[in-house]
């Protein structure tokens, strides 16, 4: 049997991630299954770039197909930022509710109408022997002016989603896994799986 490593330490994640290649019959492993891996520094200037950086270095260690994602918040009125940095934007140790007071404290002169923001993911899928596959996925909305609703992580009590007249944490997990970047960007995996297996098995 095939396998493919998500390089990721978050059981979520993975699920995600069991759910799209079991048709393919390929078996899932996580860096969960590997603790002697150690976290990969990211170097690079983008979500792509961390992504690959993450894909590949993996991808060489264990000579097997990995997929990586980065992934953040992006708000328009602060130039883009905290973008990849949006884990430790209030500090090295990251701190979800840190984060959210010091975004709502960067954006309290901001008007609503000019508080527009988006959520970025970036997989990279990489393939002993073959040339690293990228694709994206985005999610619209706004900074609130403060938080609502308890499910999900990170920013999500803050982020208006446009489409659905929701924050991110008032949505069920159901709805978020249809609408979210990381689920936009796994679709265009997915659509894309075929052919990259077929690759792999003529080789």
């Known amino acids: 049997m095939q396998k493919v490593i998500v390089a990721t330490k978050n059981p979520g ?7 799209m290649f079991k048709p393919y019959g390929i078996e899932v492993k996580t860096l969960l299954d590997f603790p002697e891996v150690e976290d990969i520094e990211e170097t690079g200037g983008t979500f792509e770039e961390n992504a690959i950086l ?11 197909m990995v997929i990586a994602d ?20 209030a500090g090295e140790e990251k701190d979800d509710e840190a984060n959210n007071d010091k975004l709502l404290d960067e954006l309290k002169n901001v008007k609503e109408q000019d508080r527009t923001a988006r959520f970025y993911c970036a997989l990279a899928f990489a393939s002993p022997g073959k040339s690293t596959v990228t694709v994206n996925g985005i999610c619209e909305g706004s900074i609130l002016f403060e938080r609502k609703g308890t499910n999900g992580f990170g920013y999500d009590p803050l982020f208006f989603v446009t489409d659905l007249q929701k924050s991110m944490a008032e949505i069920v997990p159901e709805e978020k896994i249809k609408i979210s970047h990381r689920a936009k960007a796994l679709r265009k995996l997915e659509d894309q799986l075929s052919q990259l297996f077929s690759k792999e098995n003529d080789q």
């Open 13 to 19: 994640k993975a699920k995600e991630f069991i759910r």
């Open 54 to 64: 993450k894909a590949e270095a993996v991808c060489e260690q264990f000579d097997q």
């Open 70 to 89: 980065d992934s953040g918040l992006m708000v328009d009125a602060l130039d883009g930022r905290p973008g990849i940095y949006s884990a430790r934007y």
